[in-house]
C-alpha cells in the first residue's frame, strides 16, 4: 500500500506561480512512476506531469510545457510541481498519482485557482 497527501494548493493570480508538494509513504519502493494529474469542472482528468522514480526521466502535458517543472527527492520520499505563469485554464483539483505497476494510487487532491 502506498499513501499520498498533497500541499501547497490555493488561489493565485494569473501569471503568478506555485508550488505542489506530494509525499509519499508505504511501500515507495514498489513505485515506477509518480506525477500529477488535474481535473477541472466538467472536463476529464488529463495529465499534468510524470516522473520516473528511477532515472529521473519525465513527460509533460502539452498544455503545460515550458510552464511547469516536476520534481522528485528521492530521500524524502517526495514529488513537486512548480508551475510558473499560472493562467486561468490551469485552474482544477490536481491530484498525486503513483504507479506501482500492478496498481495505481491516487492523493485525495488539492484545489488550485488562477484568478483572471
Known amino acids: 500500500q502506498v499513501q499520498l497527501v498533497e500541499s501547497g494548493g490555493g488561489l493565485v493570480q494569473a501569471g503568478g506561480s506555485l508550488r505542489l508538494s506530494c509525499a509519499a509513504s508505504g511501500n515507495i519502493a514498489s513505485l515506477n512512476t509518480m506525477g500529477w494529474y488535474r481535473q477541472a469542472p466538467g472536463k476529464q482528468r488529463e495529465l499534468v506531469a510524470v516522473?520516473?522514480?528511477?532515472?529521473?526521466?519525465?513527460n509533460y502535458g502539452d498544455s503545460v510545457k515550458g510552464r511547469f517543472t516536476i520534481s522528485r527527492d528521492n530521500a524524502k520520499n517526495t514529488v513537486d510541481l512548480q508551475m510558473n505563469s499560472l493562467k486561468p485554464e490551469d485552474t482544477a483539483v490536481y491530484y498525486c498519482a503513483a504507479d506501482g505497476g500492478l496498481r495505481g494510487y491516487w492523493g485525495q487532491g488539492t484545489q488550485v485557482t488562477v484568478s483572471s
Open positions: 516522473i520516473l522514480t528511477r532515472g529521473g526521466s519525465t
